[in-house]
C-alpha cells in the first residue's frame, strides 16, 4: 500500500536569532501516522515543532506540506493550509473567556460547539477566564482552540506535562479520536512508555540532531536503541 506523505522536512537547520538548535534534519510524515518525538531536555523538540509551525529562524532547508514549500509562509498561514500546533506553554489568553479564546482559533466553518462536544468541561466554563482555569482545563482549552482551526496535521508538545493522571487519560481519549486515520499526528513526549504505547514511528533527538527515525516496533523489540540515545531503558 502506497502512503501519501503529509509533512517532508529536508536539511532543516533552524534555531533563534543566528543559532542553531537544530541541525541536518530530514524526514517524512505518511497520513494517518503517528509520530512519537522523544529526548532528553533542551535536546530540541520544542523548536522542531516551533519551526515546522514557522515560529523560529530557519537557516537551511525545505519543508513541504502536501507537496507544498511552506518554509517561507508565516505561521498564520501554515495554520490555514492545515498545520495545528498545541504548544509546550499552551499560550492560552488568560483575559479573554473560553469561548473567546475558542474563536481566536476559529477558522472557516468551525463552532465552539464541536469543541464543547470533545469537551464537555470547557462548555461548563464558558464565560469564565482563561486565567480561572485549572492546568487540565488550560490544556482542554489549548487543545481545542488548535482543533478550531480544523489542522489535519496536529503537532502536541508534551500534552501531559504536569496533569493529572485522570486528565491524562481522558486527554488520550481524545487523541485515540483523532487518531481516525485522516489526522496525522506528532507528539513530543517526555514518557518514553506513552511514546511507545501511541506512536507508530519514533524520532529521537540529542543535541538537534536526529540519533534514531524509525518504526516503534523496531524500537519495542531493540530497547537498547533506547539506552543508546537516551541513557535510558524502558520503565
Ligand atoms: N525562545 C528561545 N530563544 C533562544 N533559545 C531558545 C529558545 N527556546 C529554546 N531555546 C534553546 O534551544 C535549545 C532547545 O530547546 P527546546 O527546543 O525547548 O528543547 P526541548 O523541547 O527538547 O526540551 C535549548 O538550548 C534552549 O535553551
Ligand atoms: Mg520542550
Same mark, same amino acid.
Given at each position: ?7 517532508? %522536512? ?11 538548535? %537544530? ?24 523548536? $522542531?515543532?516551533?519551526? #515546522?509551525?514557522?515560529? &523560529? ?7 513541504? #506540506? ?16 492545515? %498545520? ?25 466553518? &468551525? ?10 468541561? =470547557? ?8 486565567? !480561572? ?22 503537532? =502536541? ?19 485515540? !479520536? ?5 489526522? &496525522? ?6 514518557? &518514553? +512508555?506513552?511514546? $511507545? ?20 516496533? +523496531?524500537?519495542?523489540?531493540?530497547? +537498547?536503541?533506547?539506552?543508546?540515545? #537516551? ?5
Amino acid at each position: 500500500m502506497r502512503h501519501e506523505t503529509v509533512l517532508e %522536512l529536508s536539511g532543516i537547520r533552524a534555531g533563534y536569532g543566528d543559532t542553531h538548535v %537544530l541541525n541536518d534534519i530530514s524526514f517524512s510524515v505518511a497520513k494517518g501516522e503517528r509520530l512519537a518525538v522523544i529526548g532528553r531536555n533542551g535536546v530540541g523538540k520544542s523548536t $522542531l515543532l516551533n519551526t #515546522l509551525m514557522g515560529l &523560529t529562524n530557519l537557516h537551511a532547508g525545505s519543508i513541504e #506540506l502536501h507537496g507544498r514549500p511552506i518554509q517561507s509562509l508565516p505561521a498564520h498561514q501554515r495554520a490555514m493550509l492545515g %498545520l495545528g500546533l498545541v504548544p509546550q506553554t499552551r499560550d492560552i489568553f488568560a483575559s479573554l473567556s473560553v469561548e473567546e479564546n475558542l474563536l481566536a482559533g476559529a477558522g472557516k466553518n &468551525t463552532s465552539v460547539e464541536e469543541a464543547y462536544t470533545l469537551f464537555p468541561r =470547557l462548555k461548563e466554563r464558558r464565560k469564565n477566564g482563561g486565567g !480561572q482555569l485549572s492546568g487540565g482545563e488550560q490544556q482542554m482549552l489549548s487543545i481545542a482552540r488548535t482543533l478550531m482551526g480544523k489542522p489535519d496535521l496536529v503537532m =502536541l508538545d508534551e500534552p501531559f506535562e504536569g496533569l493529572a493522571p485522570v486528565i491524562c487519560d481522558m486527554l488520550m481519549e481524545v487523541f485515540e !479520536q483523532l487518531a481516525d486515520g485522516e489526522h &496525522t499526528l506528532i507528539r513530543v513526549e517526555q514518557h &518514553t +512508555e506513552l511514546a $511507545l504505547s501511541f506512536s507508530d514511528r519514533m524520532l529521537i533527538l540529542d543535541n538537534g540532531e536526529i540519533v534514531f527515525y524509525g518504526a516503534t516496533d +523496531e524500537v519495542r523489540d531493540n530497547p +537498547e536503541i533506547l539506552e543508546r540515545s #537516551l541513557g535510558l531503558g524502558i520503565a
